[in-house]
């Protein structure tokens, strides 16, 4: 750590922890599999004992991250705004983490809707759907694939996938007759909805998120994909097919910043007007990709991770004062639990940390203590909202 430096200002952008399956996605894989999957205990969609377990470990962690860099948060918890989807999931996961971080504090956990009704700063779902609007998110998908030939890359991701499904004994396959990468994708595009890629995609990350959730929920090992997955090697060509459909649908520009142009006004306000010093928002995956491709990250790989946008990973936005100029800059980083941390459900504490891997902007360069310049990253910021 710097001591040249103060952290003055902290937003973390954190995706909900370790949920059940969706509803609608295991009764769309039901019919992509002659085997039964396997019950959970917990109701659809909901952050698990597990998961809020280690979302307590995560809050500890980062409440003596936070005083390490000397903010040690007050009595009266001004300073502390905590902000979530208004789903079960996500704010069950800021209610964890602040037990772990500030247990027996009285610090409000906000969220604007009924439980279950989605808060138009973490819901992706199209605001407009115009012909002309949806060409330009085609052309976006068209072009990510001629670049990194994401559709030719993902066939033996999808073959592995096959085999562990008994695709071929499926009735999705008796109703196709092709292989499962060869199901076409198709845009579903409609004005008050998510926007979702049919087709193969969306039977793999479908697969691929039950599979992990399995996983991380520390099944036997024989209820984890039936025993078929047995190496890392496997899952992370699983979990690729799983981080192209994030990346298709949730980083391509035109997608990215009608998603993310809410949130980023918020977290605009939040760094240069709000007076809170430590800022946490609970939203989701699609939220930090959008955010990250918006705000014209890199792209990046995190170590010890196959997940591009980690369960329970957090983002988390830094403003530093500079003590002698009195000038402002900024740093980025993932901080998240790495593959094995989450399978294995460790404490986190600063002798076990999650991973930081640091985030770089596009066009713009670090000073030589490996800060950027506040301004490089304000401009992005008061982007034109739409």
Request: hydrophobic share 40%.
């Amino acid at each position: 750590m710097n001591n040249h430096y103060q952290l003055e200002k902290v937003v973390i952008l954190s995706r909900h922890g370790i949920r059940t399956p969706l509803l609608n996605t295991l009764q769309f894989l039901s019919k992509v599999t002659p085997f039964s999957w396997p019950q959970w205990d917990h109701p659809f969609g909901y952050l698990t004992t597990r998961g809020g377990t280690l979302e307590s470990y995560f809050g500890h962690y980062l409440s003596l991250w936070l005083e390490k860099h000397n903010i040690k948060l007050s009595a009266n918890n001004s300073e502390l705004f905590v902000y979530a989807n208004s789903l079960q999931r996500t704010v069950a996961t800021a209610q964890f983490f602040i037990t772990g971080a500030y247990a027996g504090q009285d610090i409000v956990i906000q969220h604007k809707y009924p439980i279950e009704k989605m808060d138009p700063i973490f819901d992706p779902s199209l605001r407009k759907d115009s012909p002309e609007f949806k060409q330009n998110v085609l052309d976006d998908i068209d072009e990510a694939d001629k670049i990194e030939s994401i559709f030719k890359n993902l066939a033996p991701s999808f073959e592995l996938l096959s085999d562990i499904l008994d695709y071929k004994s499926s009735d999705l396959y008796a109703k196709y007759r092709c292989k499962l990468a060869d199901i076409p994708n198709e845009l579903y595009f409609k004005k008050g909805e998510e926007p979702a890629l049919l087709g193969s995609l969306a039977i793999g990350i479908s697969a691929a998120d039950a599979f992990l959730l399995q996983y991380y929920a520390d099944f036997p090992k024989e209820q984890i994909a039936w025993g078929k997955i047995d190496n890392l090697s496997q899952w992370q060509q699983i979990i690729n097919i799983r981080n192209q459909y994030i990346n298709l649908l949730c980083q391509t520009k035109t997608l990215a910043k009608h998603a993310a142009a809410q949130l980023i006004d918020m977290i605009s306000n939040l760094m240069q007007h709000n007076g809170s010093k430590v800022n946490l928002l609970v939203g989701h995956d699609s939220n930090i990709a959008s955010l990250l491709s918006a705000l014209h990250f890199k792209h990046y790989q995190l170590p010890e991770q196959f997940e591009s946008t980690p369960i329970g990973g957090k983002v988390v936005l830094q403003r530093f004062r500079h003590q002698t100029s009195g000038k402002f800059f900024f740093k980025a980083e993932y901080v998240y639990q790495s593959f094995e941390q989450l399978h294995s459900g460790q404490a986190l504490d600063l002798n076990n940390p999650p991973k930081h891997f640091r985030l770089e902007l596009e066009n713009a360069t670090v000073n030589s203590d490996g800060f950027y310049d506040w301004l490089d990253f304000e401009k992005r910021l008061n982007i034109t909202q739409l």
